[in-house]
């Protein structure tokens, strides 16, 4: 089969190359005050995340002129968050802005590519560890172009689980996190991780570091690169009561092997936020 989107895969790989070397060098000059909230006192942005974001759609619509997207920032400030059949770039121009802006070393820049629904490959730069993580659809995933694989580890005692706290500190959420997380922690695994980053949580999976990740409260542009990733590198993805991933539901569970997937399943105290493709409120 021709491999017809490579031309755009190259070039998600350029400029999220150049993306990051800006991450980089915005790194230490960003200051506490400069940083700005959205949904939530803890759901941070900055000028950093605003600029990367036109760099990549700036470049990527000079390329590809009939090109969708969905990014991040654009949807903070008012566009639609729909995925169609169209060739759509879903872009999250620093995938843990928490981290950046402690300077806490675990950022990066990802990008995924749909078309009719379907990731055809996603790319996912870790800025600071420099290390490039990409998939193409039937074709493998990769970290600086060596192959991943994940863990094959299949007794769930024996596993390390990444998690995150998200950015919702409603009472009821939170008890929620904290009730799945004391159940997992307590069937006991090995330990439980979290990069404070989905996209890297999720490569780390597909490495075999961690044997799985889940998380609600995400969002598509967290997910969409990194699902691929996963999956290439042999992992399994579903939905965090077991039923198929949907990317605009808001979670994710992201595991090494049916079994580990399906025994946290068991485990996980679910809710369910709000889509992120509902209407915009009026
Ligand atoms: C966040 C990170 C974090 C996860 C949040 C995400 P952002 O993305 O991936 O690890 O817990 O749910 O929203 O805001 O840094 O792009
Ligand atoms: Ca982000």
Redesign the pocket.
Known sequence: MDDVWQNAMDHAVAVARKAGQMVREALHSTQMDAVMVKSSSV???TQT?QKVEKLIIQSVKEKFPTHCFIG?ESVAAGEACVLTDNPTWII?P???????VHTYPFVAVAIGFSVNKQIEFGVVYSCLQDQMFTARRGRGAFCNGEPLQVSPQRDIHKAIIAV????NREAQTVDKIFSSLKRIVSIPVHGVR??????I?MCLVASGCVEAYY?I???V??MAASSLIVSEAGGVLMDVEGGPLDLMSRRVLAANNQSIAERLVKEIDSFSPLRDDAPLAQ
């Not at 620093?94 to 981290?99: Q, R, S, V, W």
Request: proline letters at 0%.
């Open positions: 759901d941070l942005v995340d991040e999250d620093i995938d843990g802005t928490t981290n950046f995150e706290f998200g950015s979290g990069a404070g980053s989905a996209a949580n998380e409260g995400i969002h542009w967290d």
